[in-house]
C-alpha cells in the first residue's frame, strides 16, 4: 500500500462571490490521524471535497506525495476511501453483494463473513437489501467498506451520524483499531468523540 502525504498551501474556496475559506495550510503526513473542525457551514465538507479531487480550490494548491514522487489530484480517487453522509450506497443490493461490488474496485483482504462479522449485521440480514436497512446499520456498513479496503488514504465526514450508543463504541473500539497503520486519515467533525484521539486538528 502507497505511503501518501498532503499539503495544502494557501487554500481557498468560493461558491460564486462568497469564500467559504481562504488561506488555509496543512501538513498532513502517511499515519496520522488528523481532524478538520468547525461549525456549521464552516466548510469541512467542501474541504474533503477538495482533498478527494471531486473539485478544485478556487486558490492555492494541494499537493499529493508518495514516499517517491508527486502526483496529480486526479488520481487520488484510486487510494481513498471516503464515508459521508451524503454518499449513498446501492440500496437494491443485499449485504452479500454490495461486499462484492466493492471488492471489485477496492482490494479487500478479508472475507465476506468475518467482514459481516466486524460490523456486526445479524445473519438474517444478509440476504436483505439495503434498503430494509436502518439509517444505523447503513452507516456500520459504510464505515465497514471503508476501513477493510487497502487504500491509504481515508475520508471521514460526521463517521457516527446515524450511530446509537452501542454503533458509537464500536466506532471507537473496534472499528478504529481495523487496517490503520500506515494510512492517513481525516475526520470532519463538530463532534469530540469522533476525533479526540487525533493528532493534528484544523479549525475553520
Given at each position: ?81 471516503w ?14 453483494e ?41 452507516q ?65
Open positions: 500500500m502507497l505511503k501518501i502525504n498532503i499539503v495544502g498551501k494557501d487554500i481557498g474556496k468560493k461558491f460564486q462571490y462568497e469564500w467559504i475559506f481562504r488561506n488555509l495550510n496543512f501538513d498532513w503526513k502517511n499515519g496520522e490521524k488528523n481532524a478538520i473542525i468547525g461549525g456549521n457551514g464552516s466548510g469541512k465538507s467542501t474541504l474533503l471535497h477538495l482533498l478527494s479531487g471531486v473539485t478544485s480550490p478556487s486558490e492555492g494548491d494541494i499537493l499529493y506525495s508518495t514516499e517517491k514522487k508527486r502526483f496529480s489530484p486526479a488520481y487520488i480517487f484510486y487510494h481513498l476511501s464515508v459521508a453522509p451524503y454518499i449513498d450506497l446501492i440500496e437494491e443490493l443485499n449485504l452479500k454490495i461486499f462484492e461490488f466493492h471488492t471489485a474496485f477496492k482490494n479487500m483482504p478479508i472475507s465476506f463473513k468475518d467482514w459481516a462479522d466486524n460490523i456486526q449485521i445479524p445473519t438474517k440480514r444478509h440476504f436483505t437489501a439495503l434498503r430494509f436497512y436502518s439509517s444505523g446499520m447503513k456500520r456498513v459504510k464505515l465497514g467498506l471503508a476501513f477493510a479496503s487497502q487504500t491509504p488514504l481515508l475520508l471521514l465526514d460526521e463517521p457516527t451520524s446515524n450511530l446509537d450508543v452501542v454503533g458509537i463504541d464500536w466506532y471507537r473500539t473496534q472499528i478504529l483499531a481495523q487496517n490503520m497503520e500506515n494510512r492517513l486519515c481525516i475526520i470532519a467533525s463538530n463532534q469530540v468523540h469522533e476525533y479526540d484521539f487525533c493528532q493534528q486538528i484544523l479549525n475553520l
